[in-house]
């Protein structure tokens, strides 16, 4: 190419900013197709040389400017589209970048294809082996077909002969009458046949010898999964990861396929009956996500969900079988401390997110959880560890933690969607920043502006301000600012927008802006009426969601039933919402093909002390992840913008960029930090000092135990948390040892646990809170419903860290807060609550709704008024629901049996049937049934599960030719397996008919 | 004739009508520039284009006609001629009018029709075909992102037609070549040929059915 390096990123960064309308002066769209055909040829040239770096800037250059042009916004004429597609595609082949060769070539229409040769269909399928399968009924030339057969079947069978057969064939095509550029794509699509028969799965796995089954690897290909991005080929075959003893780190942007080396490292380790893996994950839907994946890979390995909070209810037998556990980290950590011999049987367990260390209590859980398990392993225990994470870029201490020099550290850069990142000044200036692209110039710095465009906010007048007052009152305003940004980025017709807040009444108020200037979508998407049948039939309050969800803005946070939830993702992922408004969980969690995400609120609560701080920049690129999802999209455009709202230290005008920016595009790279230099809250010195508990049986040996433990841990690697690390553990360590209240542990050097140290251990409670519930226990009248024993525990509990309802805790201390359940509804609120009624019918009907002089509660549960005031209290409530009842009210009954099992002062409680007690509350239903199919993620109200479950069994019972001869265990599971095949997509009320019948 | 006869398998049986389709009398003009270039102006040059070999095909590729290119001993002297032929019996010539927009397609966004798509094309089978990798790079070396960065190709306007439409054909070439420079091109990168033969209808009926 006659352009030197910077040059060309000057051109691509051109097509970017005039697909984007940023910039003015730009060079002709025609300038910009040359420099990409010229790129390819370049690139094609390059073919062969042992350093592939030129080649593969080449190809980036040209495979982004070419993407530009098939843009929506893209002022190429769009019959010449198709063809630009094709080129793009093929850019994108060359480099092993499947996921957007196939995605550029499926938004190709019908017509598109139509006006291709078949020639030009054929090139597309041999491109993106993925999309062959559909391409095919274009080509009937038969001398093509047979060259795509057999081009197929190598990724199918592995067997190189098909492959090179193929190849043949296609140099043999240059003897045919071509076009020029029929020409030009044969030769690069004969390029991509080398780079595809060198990322080709089962051929890597059988030329690698890799430790993995063939049903394994024969479940992955028919997934769709047929060949490897070049990250995984690298960590697959250039490093130990499969093949060493130790543990490992795989830091790899999103999307770029870290899970399946995860899933290939724990395949690696199972190689005999009888032994175990875990991969943990932190959230539910994403443990969900990597079952259903184990389960669809290999039938013949035993995988078990373990998910939701610390549960120590029994674990599947592992005996004759591989088997892999998903569990979230409370589950893991209740599975090592109660059932501790199978400990031996562990191979490999996998932290998924593993970034999730600095987060609070949650990440001094995981913390102590890896730093026991380094203890274990260097005491002889042979199971490896792997960290994953898409947002660590220095990891030097997290690898020191993991063994030094013995850690395999699988780190890339290279993603398949490129991310930018916009920037929306107060000036409205809308700038696009350098940030950390692999394609910058020389001269270009990541905080540099690479283009941009006047937008002027439509409410200027939005200022930051100390008065919270104030802060309230413009939030409309603001609103309206990022309602603009986002009508914006929909114009462009790309896709659709994530945008993420930090508080549920924000993500409403959002959605509602939005959808106001937006107009009702003339024909409803399915998925979309779905979500407006189950508000009409089930949640009349959610009258906002239906408004904003007819205009194809969803908002999405944790006081929403999770039936709507799951109804919104599944539109999402459909492609039939165009704006979904979220908190952050949905942005760590499931992975949807969002095009753009727009970041409304950049200052989030701190957990520990309730200060609005700028977003940690590993959180930041976590979410700026969730934007263009590979094989959905090429690209994924992150927009920020100087929203005044939050603390005035950081949002005021002098100080707002630096505070912004410094989060978006950090200076130096960001360290993974420890739980203890974020956040000093009693919750994580709680979970501190459990862990420690656990620890004391696992290390007989140990004095002191708190320096193995300070060694073996993370904190102590950080400058700024080693001494913090050391006085948690003392401060632990005599907190176990107190006697005043009854120890845990006898100071025996090395300690050892006494009865309730030992219960306190198996129920992963903290020492203080174990030792008041053992105190409290006594006290509570245990033949009283469950509703009334409930109560009395949070009564006696009311501000354990455990328990991380802070309004709550606030109300039971100080009954005269402002909060919608006060110590005397508890009872009747769990009564209700297990009886299966519906939150808003226990919710309008709590003394603190009926004394309210806040108007319009029945508009708003009716659904006929939007009433944000009341939106805002039923937050609150559904806060009490999902943390006290789902969550805390089950640990703390399981940890009750624990204590009254093993304390002998309470052995006299044992007897109470604690385990299905915490059961019913954990699932707000009183009945074996209901809790099945919740536990099953059934998309039914938990009031029609009940009446499922009394429907179902009476038809079975009915019948007994065909039940006959199965126990009554084994037709329920019958029954249930059936149900949850209908569960995934059907209504409840149709699979309850479908069965009935 | 004769050197058609080496490369066309199968003329069309006579009578061949008269007047000829226009896509066949295109085609055969390109055969004819060809010829001329081989016995002429391109003695020793390589020549590619979609039609000239294959006149009576129903094909008619929208290409630029002809492609010459000439290996020097060394990658400096390399050089590439672009040849559009337009054929007319037309006294207006009207079609003559198509030049400027034919040669404007090589810098555009119809990748069938670039310049780069052309040398590529080339390169790929000197790559694949002919295992001949090192001029392959040689001839990616001649592309260009717009027409005032080119150096070393020159665009051949041609128009074939009657001796008695010879003026109108210098006009219609003239306006050629000042539209070619208004897009960039160097004037010294235009090299126009008009071709007159006589009673070129019923020459065209006739070689195209392989007599003379």
């Known amino acids: 190419v006659n352009l030197d390096g910077d040059e060309l990123i000057r051109f691509e960064q051109a097509a970017v900013a005039s697909t984007r309308g940023l910039n003015a002066d730009l060079p002709q769209w025609s300038q910009l197709i040359a420099v990409a055909q010229m790129a390819i040829g370049a690139a094609q040239d390059e073919l062969g040389t042992p350093d592939q770096s030129r080649r593969t800037f080449y190809l980036d250059i040209a495979s982004r400017i070419l993407s530009s042009a098939v843009q929506q916004s893209s002022p190429v004429a769009k019959d010449d589209q198709p063809r630009l597609r094709l080129l793009a595609a093929a850019a994108f082949s060359l480099q092993g970048n499947h996921p957007s060769a196939f995605a550029i070539l499926s938004k190709l229409s019908e017509d598109d294809l139509g006006s291709f040769s078949q020639f030009e269909c054929f090139i597309c399928a041999i491109l993106s082996p993925r999309s062959g399968g559909q391409l095919r009924r274009f080509i009937e030339d038969p001398s093509l077909t047979d060259i795509l057969d057999s081009y197929l079947g190598y990724f199918y069978g592995g067997d190189s002969s098909t492959l090179e057969y193929s190849r043949a064939q296609l140099v043999a095509k240059f003897q045919e009458p071509l076009s020029s550029f029929e020409t030009v794509i044969l030769g690069v699509a004969i390029g991509a046949t080398f780079v595809a028969q060198n990322l080709g799965l089962i051929a890597t796995i059988r030329e690698y010898s890799l430790p993995i089954s063939s049903t394994f690897a024969d479940g992955l290909v028919a997934a769709g999964v047929l060949t490897l991005l070049p990250p995984q080929k690298e960590a697959l075959t250039q490093s130990e990861l499969l093949s060493s003893t130790g543990n490992a780190l795989v830091t790899m942007p999103t999307s770029s396929g870290k899970t399946l080396l995860a899933e290939f490292l724990i395949m690696s380790t199972l190689q005999e009956e009888g032994v175990w893996a875990c991969y943990v994950t932190p959230y539910v839907a994403l443990g969900s996500q990597v079952v259903e994946n184990l389960r669809e890979r290999d039938s013949s390995i035993q995988v078990y969900p373990a998910m939701g909070g610390y549960i120590s209810d029994g674990v599947p037998s592992i005996e004759g079988k591989r088997t892999i556990i998903v569990a979230t980290p409370e589950r893991f950590d209740s599975l090592i401390r109660n059932f501790s011999p199978l400990l031996t049987a562990l191979r490999c367990v996998i932290f998924d997110e593993a970034h999730n260390i600095q987060s609070g209590s949650r990440g001094a859980r995981l913390e102590g959880l890896i730093t026991r398990l380094r203890i274990r392993q260097k005491s002889g225990f042979q199971f490896r560890i792997g960290l994953i994470s898409a947002v660590l870029d220095d990891a030097s201490e997290i690898v020191d933690w993991l063994g030094g020099s013995t850690v395999v550290h699988i780190h890339s850069n290279w993603r398949p969607t490129t991310r930018r990142i916009f920037y929306w000044r107060s000036n409205g200036d809308l700038l696009w920043i350098a940030e950390n692209d692999s394609l910058r110039a020389s001269a270009q710095p990541a905080r540099s502006v690479l283009g941009g465009t006047r937008l002027p906010w439509p409410q200027a007048s939005v200022r930051a301000t100390e008065h919270f007052g104030a802060q309230r009152q413009q939030q409309p305003q603001i609103a309206e600012n990022t309602g603009y940004l986002i009508r914006y980025l929909l114009e462009r017709r790309e896709g659709s927008v994530l945008c993420i807040c930090a508080a549920k009444a924000t993500t409403r108020l959002l959605a509602l802006t939005i959808s106001n200037q937006l107009s009702v979508k003339t024909e409803l998407p399915m998925s979309i009426s779905r979500i407006l049948d189950l508000i009409d039939s089930r949640y009349p309050y959610l009258s906002d969601l239906a408004r904003s969800v007819s205009a194809g803005v969803a908002y999405h946070n944790a006081s929403l039933p999770s039936q709507i939830r799951q109804a919104i993702e599944r539109a999402a992922r459909a492609h039939e919402l165009d704006v979904v408004v979220a908190t952050t969980t949905l942005a760590e969690g499931v992975d949807l093909p969002f095009r753009y995400t727009v970041l409304h609120d950049w200052q989030m609560w701190g957990a520990g002390d309730g200060e609005q701080r700028p977003i940690n920049p590993l959180l930041f690129r976590n979410i700026a992840g969730r934007s263009g999802r590979a094989g959905a999209h090429t690209d994924g455009d992150v927009f920020v913008w100087e929203n005044p709202s939050g603390n005035y230290q950081y949002a005021r005008s002098t100080e707002i960029w630096r505070s912004l920016i410094g989060s978006v595009v950090p200076q130096s790279s960001v360290t993974l930090a420890s739980p203890l230099e974020s956040d000093g809250s009693t919750s994580v010195t709680a979970m501190y000092a459990s862990q420690f508990l656990a620890a004391i049986p696992e290390n007989p040996d140990a004095d002191p135990l708190e320096d193995l433990l300070s060694e073996n841990s993370y904190s102590f690697r950080r400058v700024m948390a080693r001494d913090r690390i050391m006085s948690e553990l003392r401060r632990a360590r005599s907190s176990i040892l107190d006697e005043r209240q009854g120890a845990l542990g006898l100071a025996a050097s090395p300690i050892r646990l006494t009865l309730l140290g030992s219960a306190a251990l198996a129920s992963g409670l903290s020492p203080e809170t174990a030792r008041r519930l053992a105190s409290s226990l006594p006290r509570i009248d245990l033949e009283s419903s469950l509703a009334a024993i409930c109560a009395s525990l949070i009564r006696a509990l009311p501000d354990v860290p455990e328990q991380g309802n802070s309004g709550l805790q606030k109300k039971l201390l100080k009954p005269r807060t402002q909060y919608p359940i006060g110590p005397d509804d508890l009872e009747e609120v769990l009564r209700q609550w297990l009886a299966g009624r519906e939150p808003l019918d226990i919710f309008i009907d709590l003394p603190y709704v009926n004394r309210s002089k806040r108007a319009g509660i029945t508009e708003w549960s009716q659904g006929s008024a939007i009433n944000e005031g009341w939106s805002a209290v039923f937050d609150k409530f559904t806060d009490f629901i999902n943390d006290t009842c789902s969550n805390f009210l089950p640990w703390i009954l399981r940890a009750s049996e624990s204590l009254s099992s093993q304390v002998p002062e309470l052995r006299q409680l044992e007897l109470f049937p604690w385990p299905y007690w915490a059961r019913y509350v954990e699932e707000g239903i009183e009945s074996e049934w209901g809790i099945e199919l919740a536990r099953r993620s059934a998309s039914l109200s938990r009031f029609d599960a009940i009446s499922f479950g009394e429907r179902i069994m009476s038809v079975l019972d009915e019948d007994p030719d065909v039940w006959f001869a199965a126990s009554r265990r084994s037709r329920q599971t019958r029954a249930l397996n059936a149900f949850s095949e209908f569960a995934g997509e059907s209504a409840g009320d149709e699979v309850l008919r479908i069965l009935a019948s | ?212």
């Open chain 2, 1 to 212: 004739v004769n050197w058609l006869r080496g490369i066309v398998t199968a003329f069309r049986p006579p009578p061949v009508a008269n007047p000829l389709d226009s896509r066949t009398k295109g085609n055969l003009g390109e055969s004819i520039a060809a010829f001329i270039g081989i016995e002429r102006d391109h003695v020793g040059h390589r020549c590619d284009g979609p039609n000239f070999h294959n006149p009576l095909s129903n094909i008619s590729r929208s290409e630029i006609d002809l492609f010459w290119i000439r290996f020097d001993d060394g990658p400096n002297g390399d050089y590439v001629w672009l040849q559009e032929i337009k054929t007319s019996t037309d006294p207006n010539l009207a079609v003559a009018r198509d030049l400027r927009s034919d040669f404007e397609k090589l810098f555009g966004t119809d990748v069938q029709l670039t310049l780069a798509s052309r040398l590529q094309a080339y390169a790929t089978k000197l790559r694949f075909a002919e295992l001949r990798p090192d001029l392959a790079s040689r001839i990616l070396a001649l592309g260009a992102i717009e027409p005032s960065n080119v150096s070393r190709v020159t665009l051949e306007p041609t128009i074939l037609t009657e001796p008695g439409y010879s003026t109108t054909a210098e006009s219609r070439i003239v306006g050629a070549e000042t539209a070619l420079t208004t897009l960039g091109w160097s004037a010294s990168l235009i090299s126009s040929k008009i071709v007159v033969l006589d009673n070129l209808e019923d020459r065209l009926a006739r070689i195209a059915g392989g007599s003379y």
